[in-house]
């Protein structure tokens, strides 16, 4: 039987970075891959060959902001690989209704100025929402990129500026109280508390959402910083789309020897005396590892579906029920649409400007709109009356994405997984049928052409997965985006479960990875660095702790002087 140090299930873009780390750090590494293409969420792919031959795209993840807040690019050296990222600014356009827009730049100052095109007083208090916000931000990036139980690791990650950030937002007893009391509000709370214009907190709403959940969510204000994010580090997208990260990745694990196997999914997980040994594959091919297996796919999947329920019950007689039943999954997840265009979108009611194509298009009209967006789908429904929508002209920054002079449209419409009142019917009982997910997709056309008329002229050819196929492409429950919801209950120390939350399992040598573990869900690679930090500790416990102290000495001591 082949053996290597370390199997990783799942070549998602978080299994990639952890196989780079364990390659520079001198293990072998074979990642085994389901799908006939790695990156899982991460992909750019030609998905109309025939119709719209040329034209590539992003067919899940496009926008990244997270990954620039780790070091995994600059310590992978992806540059070297291949990758290039373009920062986007402006950043996102949104149409209100009445024929004002919110447009916001990478800049704050600029942002500010665009709104106090309107109203004054919410240019100002803009400014201020964005520092508070980028504050929070800062403190918390040390405990992105650590392990949550890792205490050296985050200590070491507060330099002065960050440092300097967290004793901002917290302070003497009624001032941290308060931070506290901000955090437990909901993204709506926050942003009403703030401001007064519909056409500022609609689209401000609709980004705090992208948490996947309702903007009336209490305890999730935190969503707040993902508007803040996008001023700093900013927006970006690596030439040739979301893909050109997987190459750039999978160009340094194989440089550096790993191998990564596709059309190969993993069947079941080799338990030996309570320990992972291997793994076997649906085909029935076995691999062996000696020093551990790593799953890039979340601990539900992970221990109901690939592992013998007697040796998950050996380790820990309550896990299976507590993953079955603790884990929350709101039903939420996304129809996709990608449209091949013939000439960029024209939005003709806001005084068209190619520059709005450059960011993120939202179509969220009012808070309230945006708030069904979400809640529609936790109990089933489609959000249909009124479509809100997150939409990218890709090709307007990277005109590599298409034939010269076309263009694409990538947009993502939240929806539920399993309809109501039509299980057992359409794809795996969830309701899903071709039919019905064209018509959705056609709805939510009409919508985008109230504000860009020229839509339904310019497309040459569109792809539309629903609900369900998306769930069934990338293997996630209920089609999860993020794995694993992201409400407060199921972050830091708490995600996926308290028990296995630092990357560990109950199961000797098996360890987890991906978007169902902290930080989280988006392009981040802070998954992937973290486990591969606890799994490198324990292989050498003493001689790992005195070189991530050393590190971290180093870097705050630095921090101080530059
Ligand atoms: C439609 C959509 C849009 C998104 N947009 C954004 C965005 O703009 N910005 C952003 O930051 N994030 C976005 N996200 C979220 C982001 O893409 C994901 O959170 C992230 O890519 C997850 O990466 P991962 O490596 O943790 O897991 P995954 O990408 O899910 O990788 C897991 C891998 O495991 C493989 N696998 C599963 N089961 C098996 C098995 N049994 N055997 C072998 N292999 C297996 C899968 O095929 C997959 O390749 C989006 C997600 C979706 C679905």
């Known amino acids: 039987m082949e053996a290597y140090d370390v199997i990783i299930i799942g070549a998602g873009h978080n299994g990639l970075v952890c196989a780079s780390y364990l390659l520079k750090a001198g293990y072998t590494v074979l990642l085994l891959e389901k799908r006939s293409v790695p990156g899982g969420a991460a992909t750019t792919e ?3 060959p025939k119709e719209a031959p040329g034209f590539k795209f992003n067919l899940c993840a496009i926008d990244h902001e997270f990954i620039h807040l780790g070091p995994v690019l600059q310590e992978l050296e992806l540059e070297k690989y291949g990758l290039e990222y373009l920062f986007c600014s402006p950043v996102v356009f949104c149409p209100h209704p009445d024929g004002k827009y919110f447009l916001g730049h990478r800049s704050v100052e600029k942002t500010c100025a665009e709104i106090a095109r309107y109203n004054e007083r919410d240019a100002k208090k803009y400014a201020e929402y964005t520092d508070f916000w980028q504050r929070v931000l800062g403190a918390m990036i040390p405990m992105f990129n650590a392990p949550p139980k890792s205490i050296v690791d985050i200590v070491g990650n507060y330099d002065f500026k ?21 955090m437990l509000t909901s993204a709506e709370d926050v942003i009403n508390e703030w401001f007064d214009s519909e056409f500022l907190k609609a689209p401000l709403a609709r980004l705090a959402s992208e948490l996947g959940a309702p903007p009336s969510q209490k305890s999730l204000a935190v969503g707040a910083i993902m508007m803040a994010m996008r001023h700093n580090p900013g927006m970006a997208r690596p030439r ?7 190459k750039a990745l999978l160009n340094l694990v194989t440089s550096l020897g790993g191998t990564v196997l596709t059309d190969q999914h993993v069947e079941q997980v080799l338990v030996d005396d309570g320990r992972a040994v291997g793994v076997r594959l649906a085909h029935g091919k076995e691999y062996r590892a000696t020093r551990g297996v790593i799953s890039n796919i979340d601990a539900k999947r992970l221990f109901l579906q690939l592992i ?13 029920e507590r993953l079955e039943r603790r884990i929350v999954n709101n039903n939420e997840t996304i129809l996709k649409i990608d449209l091949a265009l013939d000439e960029p979108l024209r939005f003709e009611h806001h005084d068209h400007k190619d520059e709005y194509l450059i960011g993120s298009i939202l179509i969220a009209d009012s808070v309230k709109q945006v708030e069904t967006a979400h809640s529609d789908p936790a109990v089933g429904k489609i959000p249909l009356e009124d479509p809100s929508m997150y939409l990218v002209v890709p090709t307007m920054l990277d005109p590599s994405m298409a034939p010269p002079g076309k263009h694409t449209a990538w947009i993502e419409f939240f929806a539920p997984y399993q309809i109501d009142g039509a299980e057992g019917t359409g794809l795996n009982g969830t309701g899903w049928t071709d039919e019905l997910k064209n018509q959705v997709a056609d709805r939510v056309i009409d919508k985008l052409a109230e504000y860009a008329p020229n839509v339904k002229r ?10 369900a196929e998306l769930g069934e492409r990338l293997g996630a429950y ?3 985006y993020y794995h694993i919801d992201m409400t407060l209950d199921q972050m830091v120390f708490f995600r996926p479960l308290p028990e296995l939350a630092n990357y560990k399992t109950p199961i000797e040598g ?8 902290h930080p989280g869900g988006s392009i981040s690679g802070m998954p992937g660095r973290n486990c591969a930090r606890v799994f490198l500790y ?10 991530n102290a050393g590190n971290a000495l180093k870097s705050t001591v630095e921090s101080f002087f530059t």
Request: glycine letters at 10%.
């Open 46 to 48: 030609e998905a109309l």
């Open 458 to 467: 310019s497309t040459i050819a569109r792809r539309v997965e629903s609900p």
């Open 478 to 480: 209920k089609g999860n």
């Open 538 to 547: 324990a292989q050498q416990p003493l001689a790992q702790t005195l070189k």
């Open 162 to 182: 960050k440092l300097k950030d967290l004793l901002s937002v917290l302070g003497p007893p009624d001032k941290t109280l308060d931070f506290i009391r901000t």
């Open 308 to 320: 013998d329920p007697s040796d998950v019950d050996a380790a820990d007689p309550e896990l299976r």
């Open 240 to 246: 040739g789309g979301t893909g050109a990260l997987v």
């Open 510 to 517: 098996l360890y987890l990875t991906g978007a169902g573990t």
